[in-house]
C-alpha cells in the first residue's frame, strides 16, 4: 500500500467515528505531507488553490483519479471541516439572534437570506471518491458539530417552508419585471 493510502486508512477504520482530537493531531502530522503532494501531483487545481486560497476549487479533472490527489483532496475536506467546528461560536451567537425574532417570517426571511452562508453545508459525513473509483467514507461525532447541524436544520426548516417558496416566487417576478425594464432602457440608446 502506497504511503498516502496509509495515511488515510489511519483515519478510516470501518465504520468507526471520527472524533475532533483525532482529526486535529492527524491534520498537524501530516501537514509537510500535503504541501509536498500539492508540488508532486499532477492535478494542478491544488498549486493554483495554495497560492490563491480564494479560487473556487473545481471538481477534479484529473483522467483517473491519482492517489496523490484523493489524499490532498482529503486533507482539503477535513481541514475545512474543522473550520466549521471552531466557528461553532460565532455560529451560536447568530443563533441567539434567530431566537429573538422566530415566528416573525419577514424577519426569518431576512435572517436566512443575510446568514445562510455563514456555515458550509455538513451533516456529520464526508465522502471521497478515492482511486478507481472507489468511495471513502468518514463519519463524524454530531455532538460535536451539534450548533453547526442545528443551524443547517433551522435554514432548511425556512428554505422548505411554505411561506418562503410563495416569498421566493414572488421575488422571481420582481426580477423579470425588472430586467424587462433594462432592456426597454436599452431600445432607448
Ligand atoms: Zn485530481
Redesign the pocket.
Known amino acids: 500500500m502506497s504511503q498516502y493510502n496509509n495515511y488515510i486508512a489511519e483515519l478510516n477504520d470501518e465504520g468507526s467515528i471520527l472524533k475532533i482530537e483525532i482529526i486535529k493531531s492527524w491534520l498537524l502530522e501530516h501537514e509537510n505531507y500535503f504541501k509536498f503532494l500539492i508540488n508532486e501531483?499532477t492535478?494542478r487545481?491544488w498549486s493554483k488553490w495554495i497560492k490563491d486560497k480564494s479560487i473556487h476549487l473545481f471538481p477534479?479533472?484529473?483522467h483517473t483519479?491519482?492517489g496523490f490527489?484523493v489524499f490532498i483532496?482529503t486533507y482539503y475536506e477535513l481541514e475545512k471541516i474543522m473550520d466549521l467546528h471552531r466557528r461553532q461560536d460565532e455560529i451560536a451567537v447568530v443563533l441567539k439572534g434567530f431566537d429573538r425574532i422566530k415566528n416573525n417570517p419577514d424577519l426569518e426571511f431576512e435572517w436566512v437570506e443575510k446568514y445562510s452562508q455563514i456555515a458550509d453545508f455538513f451533516e456529520g459525513k464526508l465522502q471521497i471518491t478515492g482511486e478507481e473509483g472507489k468511495l471513502i467514507n468518514f463519519m463524524f461525532d454530531k455532538d460535536e458539530f451539534y450548533t453547526a447541524i442545528l443551524f443547517e436544520d433551522i435554514k432548511m426548516e425556512i428554505y422548505c417552508s411554505e411561506e418562503y417558496q410563495i416569498r421566493s416566487k414572488s421575488q422571481e417576478n420582481t426580477l423579470i419585471f425588472d430586467e424587462d425594464e433594462l432592456s426597454y432602457d436599452d431600445d432607448n440608446y
Open positions: 501531483t492535478c487545481k477534479c479533472a484529473c483519479r491519482e490527489c483532496q
